[in-house]
């Protein structure tokens, strides 16, 4: 056959049909003016179409129903058949409305004769279950029903006519929080050096490859989602779509509404609008129990004149804008527009400055390339990809509202009816474990009062109920003990699906079921309790605590662990350290305080914390230390080294007085170390309790921490040399600042190698943060040189205060966010500051570098003391600190007045455990052992027995009195009486810690006299 015989017909037939279709209008009142389109809602140009020339339009010469496998426009089965693209215009000949002649329409494809209807249709509305396609036909599918590009609203049904499982949330109470403005478009962040990335009209099928992209660039961004549009499905019935949102709100991302059917808000009535909005509420609250604040109008489209502004205040809805379009959905093919488009908007903006971008899911030039472009542009400029929220500083608890009225049937957070298919909870993908494993209990209880039940009196959890229902939960928990998944997704929730439709004709009798039933509950019950108690089912999506309060027995468990670790401890060291008789009753105290904190701790109700985390963690390490700590200390005191067997080996019975003497070692060390290891776990369980210190706040929250802590145990050291220590120094032949200057210079290589990512761009304060480095490392080379003379005596300097002086002025001129951060950070700097000048005032006119000694002037207390509130005000200003108190609204003066308050209170307990040390090491400090009462023991053990051999003591006559001197009668030079006096009996002191309790009372007894002068 020649081909003629086939083309001819072909074109005239096409012909004849464009020609009467040319004749109608097209409605252009539902012009893309937004991406919510995918290629496939863009009429294509002239006869052909496809993923980069749109859908087919019969309205256009050479235009045609149908998309050909090659991308070519017309009716006949060469388009409508195999290989047709149905989602670039209609497929199958039979759909093809057909024009009887060349003056009207055929019948449509689903209608009995043709109809036109809507605007084209002299605004004749479609027969009951039809729809009125953008062309003006009645019939039924996603060409005609799909919103908003090809239903004509109120001429028929549409796709957006039908609504969501569960309770409208029109009526729900929508509290205002947070200092985001409501009912006003957004255009611009707030928060400096950020991007935030907005995704307009998804899921789509290149969201999956998105959210990777997202995820291994560490970047956030934001979703703004429509109900039902396009034809792709309800977002929470349609699987791919519900575990997609899933995903974004798993991996960090922000979710907003883009309403239910996409369409322009101005064209709804104020009531249409209403349901539209609350439709999507309903839907997005089905998938994640909750539903967003923050909203996008379709096409921008929203003013006052039409009331719409009226309406999302009334919803309580954050407007959010944009500050640069990335113009995708004008050329979504144009990648080279697109990148053109950004660049010139990032290049125009300041360093400090920020942007709101806008990007369309659907369309994979801008979703995928685009996306990776700006990734990568942004974080060589220095800046971070963020949501909407964290771009606007708003707390992400701020993001959603919960509804008050729940779905029934299919709650995705534990909520576990009988199903309306007759199974115990749902069958749809949990988010961990933990929500398996409530679901799974919620399901047997259920189960088990409907079984107990036997006249099924309270049948609202057991309708329709038989005994094979809860069969599906129980397979889930089987599997979960024993399923090694990733702690992301568990395999429980596949093998609950699939289970279930296997048990779907599966009968056992009840008589069977109750023991199963009592057996798979306790067994949850029992895993509730191995997991600290169960308490996460309240805590949101992404977040670390839940927003309940803290309730009164974890209050009691935070202050007796402060009073027990924090005090009763710390003076019970110090009690051991000088020999007090009171030492085991207040470690005794000690320890019962803490085991009632302990046990209150794993008792709580109120505010929930996510598992594991750091302060339950370590929390291990810290009891096994307070268990080993008493248990050598009991055996010490019991001197369990003289029984026999296992006992006596574990403290040295078989190596005499040497493996008592390192039992003691062990123990006095962990005395020593606990204060160390309480603080740890103190800060750790602040952190813990504000849900604080995760994702992209790790990073500041650490340095804040750990330099905050560095800042008062240096200030503790000082406290310690200037109080107790002169005499160590003495001995040690070095001066102070040699000490400081060996630790400055080395904290200053680490910062020097580990603030900056080498081998990456130069980002934020990388630069002042390294160079920081490099000054303490050259400030504390120098500081080791000076602080030795040329005989090599020791010499005082004033590096340590100099370097001081600096990293106080850097570290108070670091860029803020907020301005009570602003505050707080000027205030340590100058707090850190004055501490250093302090320093050097004291060595440079009150010392007049000399060593120090003797009673301590009151100015040198000034420099320890603004260490340590220099310490606390740190540690007190970390982003999210500012934050909460900046939405309290709590001022840097009350602020920074408590944090020097609780410095005053700390400096006081050291100052009283140094006292305690003090007035036992030298009671007769002013008179210098000669006119102080007896002490309670003897620091001359090492000259001999207390009775009659103490220690033998010349003395100088004329020098303010009697004092002791050298036996010859010389006297030494350069060196205080004082000074000498404490580095005897230090010496003696320190050889007397050495002695165990054992042979303290052998010297002492009078039933074994040792030879005098014996050692």
């Known amino acids: 056959m020649h081909p003629l015989t086939i083309l001819v017909p072909l074109i005239l037939a096409t012909g004849a049909h464009a020609a009467v279709l040319l004749r109608a209008p097209s409605l252009n009142h539902f012009a893309m003016q937004d991406a919510l389109m995918s290629p496939a809602s863009i009429n294509a140009v002239g006869n052909t179409c496809g993923p980069t020339q749109g859908r087919c339009d019969p309205d256009v010469p050479g235009g045609g129903w149908c998309c050909s496998v090659h991308g070519y426009c017309g009716n006949n089965s060469e388009y409508c058949g195999e290989g047709c693209q149905d989602e670039f215009g209609i497929c199958g000949v039979e759909n093809v409305p057909q024009p009887t002649s060349t003056t009207s329409p055929s019948p449509s494809p689903t209608a009995p004769a043709a109809q036109r209807c809507g605007l084209e249709g002299d605004n004749e509305k479609c027969p009951a279950g039809q729809c009125c396609s953008h062309t003006g036909w009645c019939g039924t599918g996603k060409d005609f029903c799909s919103v908003p590009m090809n239903c004509q609203l109120g001429f028929g049904w549409c796709d957006s006519d039908v609504n969501p499982d569960g309770p409208s949330l029109s009526s729900e109470q929508r509290t205002k929080v947070g200092a985001v403005p409501y009912g006003k478009a957004i255009t611009r962040c707030t928060k400096p ?27 956030k961004a934001t979703f703004f989602i429509p109900g039902i549009a396009n034809g792709r499905g309800q977002i929470d019935t349609t699987k791919t779509r519900m575990e997609t949102i899933k995903r974004m709100l798993q991996d960090g991302h922000q979710i907003g509404s883009h309403s239910w059917s996409h369409f322009d808000l101005e064209t709804l009535t104020s009531e249409e609008r209403k349901t539209d909005l609350t439709k999507n509420e309903r839907a997005i609250a089905n998938i994640l129990n909750k539903y967003p604040t923050y909203m996008r109008p379709p096409y921008m489209k929203c003013t006052n004149e039409t009331g719409c ?9 954050h407007i959010v804008s944009y500050s640069v379009d990335s113009s995708d959905w004008s050329h979504p093919e144009d990648f080279d527009a697109m990148k053109k488009t950004f660049d010139d908007a990032l290049n125009q903006t300041p360093q400090n400055g920020n942007m709101l971008l806008i990007q369309h899911d659907p369309i994979h030039k801008s979703a995928i390339d685009l996306t990776k472009h700006v990734l990568d542009a942004v974080s060589q400029k220095g800046w971070k990809a963020v949501t909407v929220g964290e771009c606007l500083e708003d707390p992400a608890t701020n993001w959603y509202r919960t509804p008050e009225k729940s779905r029934p049937a299919s709650m995705a957070l534990g909520a576990c009816m009988i199903s309306k298919d007759g199974y115990c909870g749902t069958l749809d993908y949990f988010k961990d474990k933990l929500e398996c494993w409530n679901s799974s209990k919620k399901c047997f209880d259920d189960a088990k009062k409907c079984m107990d039940d036997k006249k099924r009196v309270n049948k609202s959890p057991c309708q329709d ?33 699939r289970f279930a439709l296997t048990m779907q004709h599966f009968h056992v009798e009840s008589t069977r079921i109750r023991p199963l039933l009592l057996v798979f509950s306790i067994l949850g019950l029992a895993s509730t309790a191995s997991a600290h108690g169960g308490h996460t089912d309240k805590i949101p999506e992404g977040a670390a605590v839940s927003p309940d309060p803290l309730d009164s027995r974890l209050w009691t468990h935070i202050l007796l662990m ?14 051991g350290i000088i020999k007090s008789r009171w030492h085991v009753p207040v470690q005794i105290a000690g320890t019962v305080v803490a085991t009632v904190a302990y046990f209150l701790g794993h008792m709580h109700k109120g505010r929930q914390f996510k598992h594991p985390n750091i302060h339950a963690s370590f929390a291990n390490s810290l009891v096994f230390m307070l268990i080993v700590q008493v248990g050598l200390g009991v055996g010490l005191k019991l001197h369990l080294e003289e029984k026999s067997g296992w006992v006596g080996r574990v403290f040295g019975g078989k190596m005499g007085r040497g493996g008592r003497r390192g039992v003691v070692i062990v123990h006095g060390w962990l005395g020593k170390a606990m204060p160390i290891v309480s603080w740890t776990q103190m800060l750790f369980g602040g952190i813990v309790a504000m849900g604080y210190c995760r994702g992209d706040h790790l990073g500041q929250c650490l340095a804040h921490f750990i330099m905050g802590s560095a800042f008062i145990a240096y200030g503790i050291i000082m406290t310690l040399l200037l109080l107790i220590g002169q005499a160590w120094l003495r001995r040690t032949g070095r001066s102070q600042e040699f000490f400081d200057s060996i630790v400055i210079a080395a904290w200053g290589c680490v910062n020097t190698f580990t603030e900056h990512r080498w081998g990456h761009p130069w980002v934020k304060n990388d630069l002042q943060h390294t160079s920081m480095g490099i000054v303490w490392w050259c400030a504390g080379l120098l500081g080791v040189w000076l602080s030795r003379s040329r005989s090599g005596r020791p010499k005082r300097n004033i590096l340590p205060g100099i370097v001081i002086v600096l990293t106080g002025w850097a570290m108070g001129g670091h860029p803020q966010e907020l301005p009570l951060s602003t505050m707080v950070h000027t205030v340590f700097g100058y707090t850190l500051m004055a501490a250093g000048a302090a320093r050097i005032v004291e060595i440079s006119f009150l010392l007049k570098d000399s060593r120090g000694g003797g009673e301590v002037n009151s100015w040198q207390h000034l420099p320890p003391f603004l260490l340590y509130a220099s310490g606390f005000l740190f540690m007190g200003a970390t982003e999210e600190q500012m934050h909460l108190l900046s939405d309290a609204d709590v001022t840097h003066v009350s602020y920074i007045l408590i944090l020097y308050s609780i410095a005053f209170l700390l400096y006081l307990f050291v100052n009283i455990l140094l006292y305690v040390y003090a007035s036992h090491a030298w009671p007769d400090d002013e008179s210098n052992g000669l006119r102080g009462p007896p002490r309670n023991r003897s620091l001359s053990t090492a000259a001999g027995p207390s009775s009659g051999h103490s220690r033998k003591v010349s003395v100088l006559h004329g020098l303010n009195g009697d004092v002791p001197g050298p036996a010859n009668g010389s006297v030494l030079p350069r060196h205080r009486v004082t000074d000498s006096q404490q580095v005897r009996d230090a010496e003696e002191f320190e050889l007397e810690g050495l002695m165990s309790e054992g042979e303290e009372g052998e010297e002492d007894s009078p039933v074994k006299p040792k030879k005098v002068g014996a050692v």
């Open 193 to 219: 050096g950020v991007i935030a990335l907005t995704f307009d009209d998804g899921p789509s099928e290149d969201t999956a490859k998105l959210l990777d992209i997202l995820h291994d660039k560490k970047a």
């Open 309 to 317: 502004l009226t309406d999302l205040t009334a919803l309580g809805y």
């Open 465 to 497: 109920m038989d005994d094979y229902t809860f069969y599906p939960s129980a397979q889930c928990l089987s599997v979960e003990t024993t399923a090694s998944a990733s702690p992301d997704i568990s395999l429980c929730p596949v093998t609950f699906s």
């Open 562 to 575: 402060i009073l027990s670790f924090g005090m009763i401890f710390p003076y019970g060291m110090v009690l």
